[in-house]
């Protein structure tokens, strides 16, 4: 990577990072973490907002999140160490291992969720928190139904598969899940922030979950400390956000501390269609596309928490998105899927050869407000753009700013509704700080001094 690159992708994670700070405040949600790693550097590892609201705690980056459904991807990285060995295959029928199974389905078809079991079973209010999660007998009462469809018919998600492949390690370990896991993945990558299971000596550190206002009821806070029994397999774990990338960072071409080569790609490979999902699945992993990047991962959904990991091997990047709230839109995915997207936008930005020097066009960066919204002013190279934090994408459709002087820029290239060929004039105070910019003939305020102005 050449130090242009390097600069770039260095631009890109600091305005994910203003971005994901505005954002977590603008959708009023408690906390936020994140961790970007790429090859050997972590761009970013930060935390926003708070780990619990009463009494307020900011969150930090040492804090712990159940990671939900991320777990699935420690199970199935169990199971494939496991075949490597030669302990199991993964066309074996589970129930060689559990022989009290009533089904024929293998252990591939578990891994990615084609084997027809039953979701969650017929009472899963546990997700409501109104019921302890399945103990053993209970996994084994609910697998014992027998399948809701045929093996093979179709992709369908389900936890007690999960459970049903975390026996599976038991039976042919001869140990306790939670054990194996922590002996051959999570102490062999000396993940110290991560576990199966919380237990005691975490709890402090687990954030408390919330779930969404809504239909005039308040947000509800929700313990971090669930135990989640038998489902660990599927949704027990917990980790950080600097730690979730180091494990995820494993999972790269090249780094064998877990598995080989072509466990990997068989893990990865977009195996199954999911409606409604605009993904695949493989063997642990979700597959899919953003865009230039084919990107693998997991996200998760615990009571009151909603998390995502995206991996792009070919780059050797990471983006994990961890957030203290329950959201039916899959809160924590499409904000890591725009941490993507703009360190895309950064890496594509073009080179100016006669461009300011970058603390010169930082002068003109910054966050300005006015009672319409928020406009970003942001440095990604050599160049400047124009884009609000408040849309979902916000390189989508950016502002393209030139240098005049010191004090003014103009819009060189935008939307046809907008300012184009109007110039963009910037008023500092004595210590040279901007105070306000006016932009369409409209004056925007710097940050600090909106808030000021409009606190009451």
């Not at 000596?201 to 308040?218: D, F």
């Amino acid at each position: 990577m050449n130090q242009t690159d390097a600069r770039l992708w260095r631009d890109g994670a600091a305005y994910a990072d203003r971005w994901l700070a505005y954002r977590r405040e603008f959708r009023d949600l408690p906390g936020l973490a994140v961790a970007v790693r790429h090859d050997q550097d972590l761009l970013l590892s930060a935390a926003y907002g708070f780990a619990r609201l009463e009494p307020p705690e900011p969150m930090t980056t040492r804090h712990l999140f159940r990671i939900a459904s991320h777990s699935k991807t420690f199970t199935a990285t169990a199971i494939l160490q496991l075949v490597e060995q030669g302990r199991l295959r993964l066309d074996d029928r589970a129930a060689q291992h559990l022989p009290w199974l009533p089904t024929d389905v293998t252990l591939r078809q578990l891994l990615n969720h084609t084997s027809g079991t039953i979701r969650d079973g017929r009472d899963a209010n546990f997700w409501q928190v109104e019921a302890p999660f399945p103990d053993r007998e209970q996994l084994r009462a609910t697998a014992s139904g027998g399948a809701v469809l045929e093996a093979n018919q179709a992709f369908k998600y389900s936890n007690i598969g999960y459970g049903l492949l975390g026996l599976v390690v038991e039976a042919v370990t001869g140990g306790s899940y939670n054990d194996y896991v922590g002996t051959h993945i999570i102490r062999r990558l000396e993940l110290h922030e991560t576990g199966p299971e919380p237990g005691a000596e975490v709890a402090e550190r687990l954030v408390t979950g919330y779930s969404r206002a809504r239909l005039g009821a308040a947000r509800q806070a929700i313990p971090g400390t669930i135990d989640t029994r038998a489902l660990s397999p599927a949704t027990g774990f917990y980790a950080s956000a600097e730690d979730l990338s180091r494990y995820a960072a494993a999972h790269w071409p090249g780094d064998r501390r877990l598995l080989s080569e072509a466990s990997k790609r068989e893990m990865q490979q977009p195996y199954w269609s999911i409606e409604q999902a605009d993904e695949h699945y493989g063997l642990g992993f979700s597959v899919r596309q953003v865009g230039q990047r084919r990107l693998f991962g997991h996200g998760g959904g615990f009571p009151g928490q909603s998390t995502r990991t995206l991996i792009d091997p070919q780059d050797r990047l990471v983006v994990v998105v961890l957030c203290n709230a329950t959201a039916s839109d899959a809160l924590a995915a499409p904000l890591a899927e725009m941490v993507v997207k703009i360190l895309d936008f950064a890496l594509g930005r073009p080179a100016v050869p006669e461009a300011l020097s970058e603390a010169e066009l930082d002068r003109f960066s910054g966050r300005f407000a006015n009672l319409w919204g928020t406009t970003d002013i942001v440095r990604f190279g050599q160049t400047l753009v124009a884009t609000t934090p408040e849309a979902d994408d916000p390189v989508a459709r950016v502002v393209e700013l030139r240098v005049v002087d010191g004090d003014t820029l103009r819009v060189a290239a935008g939307g046809g509704y907008g300012a184009v060929g109007e110039p963009v004039r910037y008023a500092r105070d004595g210590a040279g700080r901007t105070t306000h910019i006016t932009m369409g003939g409209v004056r925007s305020y710097a940050e600090d001094v909106f808030r000021a102005r409009y606190a009451t």
